[in-house]
């Protein structure tokens, strides 16, 4: 019998776990979908993946490893999280250089409130998952407003330069543009934020309850958590969208080309 | 024959950064004063040249002087602002055309505005309308009022009735005599001949990047040269 006991379903319930994407597979092969590979190798991966991370946070989180041991850690988050975004978002000049200040820019805001506040004990154990929420939930947001302002960039350079033959300064043509890349990368959060509880218990949530937690602790924990991810997603995009915006013109107030863009 | 207002240009060389250069080497006085029409085949710089006045783009060699400065002596805003430009699609911004008008000028009063259109021949009664109800040709009139807020000395024209039909042409023409008339300088791009005669005061004839020829439509129709006379349309 599978028990959950302090949040451990045992490597059986693991395997046991399996039996769903069994289920998939075989709706796959049933309708004829091809997607067998690909879910087989994703669920492989996800769980070499996860072994590996589960492993190393063991050294990472207990309440006698030094707190540095986190904030490499977090670093290390960070350091990917802005090469993702810059394989996601190739043509945004600088973007590797972007997300790295956009993404420890919101860690550090974030963190900042959280601990500053006294609202979580500063440990591994806080320190990490936290940060990972704000860095992972800012990942999408961020590629989005990305390429959203690219894309005003090419498309809208009639528009750009006719607010610049007015003599207006590169702030002022593209504001209107920055403004909606920021709103486009920032309704899907505030939707979810409207719709938890009511559509979906979040993953922190269930985390706790699953662990033992009281649910009316648990759901504290999530509202707090709910906030910051939208606090790290407004702050994440914001700084990825002014830096974007001051490397898409020149000193002059010139809207550049594609080819005069400096990259990383 | 070169007025205050004429633009110098100093062996500049212009196009794209890393790119062969379109426009060569090019020493050019572009008259400010009534009409000058940039007139050439396809891809010979007109355009590029154009550009360089406002510095919507800068040369990758050589200066530009206007008005006794270097264009990169002045801060772009207010050298955009004295050397206005409409382009050859009309670049409407979201709201009415007041909303447009305003771009241009924050705090325009309803006074004024209706005074600005009125001088483009535009019935003041646009004003509250949606930008993108207007026809092509009042659209185009309607960049130019906009343009006008800024009073500009010049007034720069990167064909703006290719993409008007023939009676919004004429009166997109007209309002360009108008206004060189009026004091406010034009300088017109046109792949158009016949556009060209009726328009130019001082023309300019580019090919392969180079000038092949300035000066009035009359000295232009007498040219030894068989492009340049193709160029102004010479009977």
């Known amino acids: 019998m599978i028990g959950v006991e302090q949040g451990d379903i045992g490597i059986a319930g693991l395997a046991a776990s399996g039996i769903l994407v069994a289920v998939a597979v075989a709706i796959s092969l049933w309708r004829q979908l091809g997607l067998e590979r690909s879910l087989l190798w994703a669920s492989l991966r996800a769980l070499v993946q996860l072994l590996l991370v589960g492993w190393v946070l063991q050294f990472v989180v207990d309440p006698d490893d030094p707190l540095i041991f986190s904030v490499l850690w977090i670093v290390a988050m960070v350091s990917f999280a802005a090469y993702t975004t810059s394989r996601r978002a190739a043509d945004v000049p600088k973007v590797l250089r972007l997300s790295l200040l956009a993404y420890t820019a919101s860690a550090i805001v974030v963190l900042g409130v959280l601990f500053g506040f006294g609202i979580y004990d500063l440990e591994g154990r806080t320190l990490v998952p936290l940060a ?32 610049l033959a007015l003599g207006l300064s590169a702030t002022e043509a593209f504001q209107p543009h920055l403004r909606q890349a920021l709103r486009t990368a920032l309704v899907p959060q505030i939707e979810s934020t409207k719709a938890v509880g009511i559509v979906f218990l979040p993953g922190a949530m269930v985390g706790l309850i699953l662990a033992g937690v009281d649910p009316a602790d648990a759901v504290k924990v999530q509202v707090s958590v709910m906030y910051l991810v939208l606090g790290s997603v407004a702050t994440t995009t914001a700084v990825m969208s002014l830096g974007i915006s001051r490397e898409l013109f020149t000193p002059a107030q010139q809207l550049r080309r594609p080819t005069q863009r400096t990259d990383d | 024959m070169s007025s205050a207002d004429a633009f110098e240009l100093i062996s500049v060389d212009a196009g794209p ?10 020493d050019l006085v572009v008259p400010a004063n009534g009409v000058t029409v940039l007139a050439g085949p396809s891809g010979a710089g007109k355009s590029t040249l154009l550009r360089l006045l406002n ?39 979201a709201g009415t055309v007041l909303d447009n008008l305003r771009v241009a000028l924050a705090d325009v009063d309803a006074e004024r505005a209706a005074h600005v259109l009125e001088h483009v021949g535009l019935d003041s009664e646009l004003l509250d309308h949606e930008a993108d109800s207007l026809s092509g040709g009042e659209a185009q009139r309607m960049c130019v009022a906009r343009a006008l807020l800024t009073d500009p000395a010049v007034l720069l024209a990167d064909e703006p009735t290719a993409a008007l039909d023939r009676a919004a042409r004429a009166t997109v023409e007209d309002l360009g005599r108008m206004l060189a008339d009026s004091g406010v300088a034009v300088i017109w791009v046109s792949h158009d001949t016949d556009q ?7 023309v300019i004839v580019l090919a392969d990047g180079a000038v092949r020829a300035v000066g009035h439509l009359a000295e232009l129709d007498a040219s030894d040269d068989p492009l340049v006379r193709q160029s102004v349309g010479a009977p």
Do not use: C, K
Request: no cysteine; net charge positive; charged share 25%.
């Open chain 2, 196 to 202: 060209l005669r009726r328009l130019a005061d001082h």
């Open chain 2, 55 to 93: 510095r919507l783009d800068d040369p990758v060699a050589g200066e530009i002087r206007w008005r006794g400065r270097a264009l990169t002596e002045w801060a772009p805003t207010e050298l955009r602002r004295q050397v206005a430009m409409v382009f050859q699609r009309p670049p409407l911004f």
């Open chain 1, 132 to 163: 990972g929420m704000v860095i992972g939930n800012s990942l999408a947001a961020t590629v989005l407003v990305s390429r959203q302002l690219l894309i005003a960039a090419t498309e809208q350079r009639g528009v750009i330069e006719g607010r």
């Open chain 2, 17 to 26: 950064v890393g790119g062969d250069p379109i426009l060569r080497s090019i």
